[in-house]
């Protein structure tokens, strides 16, 4: 009975071989590895983490491209509104209905900056209005990460809601204005230099964490086949001795009641 047990055994063992060449991993069950599948899985917990915060960070770089696009929009504008001023400082030539009707093209610059920075927006979220004050970008496996903000471009940040050239008027202002929105690019620059630092880092603890995840789990076709080649080889000598074995013993019962 023992070495039918045995036998048994044996062949419960060469199934499970079997599910592990069907399956392509050596560790399928705690059964398999009860330390190394707790690694697997806390491994393959951060993986999936990570793999979520590398979208994260090329979601909020994608969104900081939309908010850079829409400032330099708003700096032509400005560019534009700084030229007329000059025009319009020239008290020698430019009479007052000159400078209204340079006054004219500059509403029409600052509705188009008010209407840039009123309707940019990213997934539904307007991101140069000032009603965001800022973002976290999840970037790694347990929600940790680094916060970016996309600044705010409407008339009354900039300090040029009321700009009229048809009155007392102060270029400087316009300046101003400028180097906010030349100073919020510089920063969206920055934050996009360190999206990326934070992507290829993801990259490489992906790629160092799946290898050694597949080191653990993945099975070695070459060896498991050899393994298992050698199994069945003794399996089937075993049975060979099992049965030459009992064939001896009813040889010698035979013998007994002769």
Known sequence: MSAISSVYSQNTRSYTDYGNFASGKKINSAADGAAELSIIQKEESQIRGTDAGTNNIASAKDMLQVSDGALSQITDNLQRMRELAVQASNTALMTDADRSAVQMEIDQLKQGISDIASQTSFNTKNILDGSQKGFHIATDANGGGMEISTGDATLKALGIEDFDVTGDFDLSDIDKALESISSTRSSGGAQMNALSHAYNNNTNYLLNTTGAKSRLEDLDFPKAISDL???????QYQFFMQRKQTQEE?????????
Do not use: G, H, S
């Open 229 to 235: 080649k050698k199994k069945e080889t003794l399996q």
């Open 250 to 258: 009813e040889a010698r019962m035979f013998r007994m009641f002769m």
